[in-house]
């Protein structure tokens, strides 16, 4: 089964919910780039605010994980609104970006 980005899954071995960060196309191979939905982080840069009816908690943007869904059992709670996929997304790809020394 393929996840999307933006959804909200429980994942065996995994104790906090995660959301999806990769984009559907990476995810056709039933891989995932994940991040880990906490509720005792503090918001900031890399820790977004995630207020979802299911899933509500601090998604910590540097702790991304890649995943094999094939070899883990996964449940989807649903998914987030565009606006926090947006932000999670920009967070994550603000570590990778190229600075200008």
């Known amino acids: 089964m393929k996840a999307e980005q933006g959804e909200l899954l429980n994942i ?3 104790a906090d919910p995660v959301i999806v ?3 559907n196309f990476f995810n056709e191979e039933e891989m995932a780039v994940i991040c880990p939905v906490v509720n005792n982080a503090t918001e ?6 995630l207020n ?3 899933v509500e908690g601090v998604v910590l943007c ?7 869904l ?8 649903g998914i987030a609104e565009y ?3 947006l932000n999670i997304a920009d967070a994550v790809m603000g570590i990778f970006d190229y600075q200008v020394f």
């Open 44 to 49: 900031g840069a890399l820790h977004i605010r």
């Open 12 to 14: 065996a071995g995994i």
């Open 70 to 77: 094939r070899a883990r059992r996964f449940s989807k709670l």
């Open 83 to 85: 606006h926090d996929v």
């Open 52 to 54: 979802h009816h299911q």
């Open 21 to 23: 960060v990769s984009n």
């Open 62 to 68: 540097e702790q991304m994980k890649v995943i094999d």
